[in-house]
C-alpha cells in the first residue's frame, strides 16, 4: 500500500488501468456475483471508538473486511510496525493471514478501516487467482476492486489535506477513487456522498461523479453531447467513404473511444460504459445493445 505524506498526485493518470481492473473484475467474478455487493460497508462498522481496545478493535475491524468480502474461513491476524508503507499483507494459503499496519495508526483509529480495506482486498483477489502484473498496476487493481466491491470509499476518506498535514492512502489518485466510487453507485444506485468525512474527500468524488458521467454520454450512446454527436457523424462518412481504413484514420482523437469496422455491414466497437468491455453493433441508426459482460441494456443512435 502506498505510503502516506509527499506530494500528492491528483487527475486521472491511472484511469485505463483503473478501467481494466473493472473489466477484470466481472470477467473473474461474473456479473451476478459483482451485483451480490450491493451495500457498501456501512461507516458505523468500522468506527474505533479512542476508548476500545487496541487489539481487539482491530481484529473486529477485520472481521467487517471478511464478512463483506465473504471470506468466512480466513483468519486476519494483525500487527503494528514502523514502515514507510501504510500496511502489508503476506500472501498464502491460508486459512491464516499477516497484515502489518503502520505503528502511526495506532493513534489515527479511523482510518484502520481504509488500511484494512486495502489489505483484506489483497487476500480477497489472491484466493480468486485474480492479479495484474507489475506492482503499480496490482496495487491499482486492489484499490479499484477495493472501492468497486464497497470497502473503499474508506480510503477517499482517508484522504485529509490542511495547513499542517497531508494523507493519502492507496494508489489511485484521489479524483481516481471518486471515479470507481461513481462508477459503482451507476449500477447499484447507492448515494455515499453523506459518508464523507473529509471535505477533501467529497470534493474528489464530486470531480470522479463527473468524470464517470462522460463515460455515459460517448458516441454512439443514445445520450451523447451534440458535439461529440457531429465529430461521430464525420468519422462515420469516412469511415464509409474509405471502408479499408476502418478505425485507423488518425484524425478519430485517441480518446473518442469508438472505432468503426468491416464495410457491410459497417460496424462500430466502443467500450461499456459501466465495464468498459468492448460492445461492437452494426450501425444502422437506434438500437438497443446489452452488454455481454455486466449486462447492461444501452441506448445506441449509431
Ligand atoms: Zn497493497
Ligand atoms: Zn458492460
Redesign the pocket.
Known sequence: ??TTGGEIQHGYPHVETVRAAITALYRRLSHDTVRTFALSVPPADVAFPDDDDLYLGVQRIARVMVRHLRLPDARMIISFRDME?A???ELTAGPEYFIELNARFKTHRRDIGAALA??V??VYLHRLDLSFPGTRD??IL??TAAAYLGAGWLLLDAYRESSVSRQKL??LTPEEFGYVLAKRGQVFGEDIAPWFTSPQGYDAYADGLARARRDERQPPLAGSGWASRRRYAKDRRHAREHPRAGGARPSVEPGAGYAFEGRAPLQVRFPCPVCHQRIRVPVRGRLRARCGLCGTVLECDT
Open positions: 500500500m502506498a508503507h500496511g502489508n499483507v486495502h489489505e482486498m489483497h496490482n496495487e486492489t484499490d492507496g494508489y
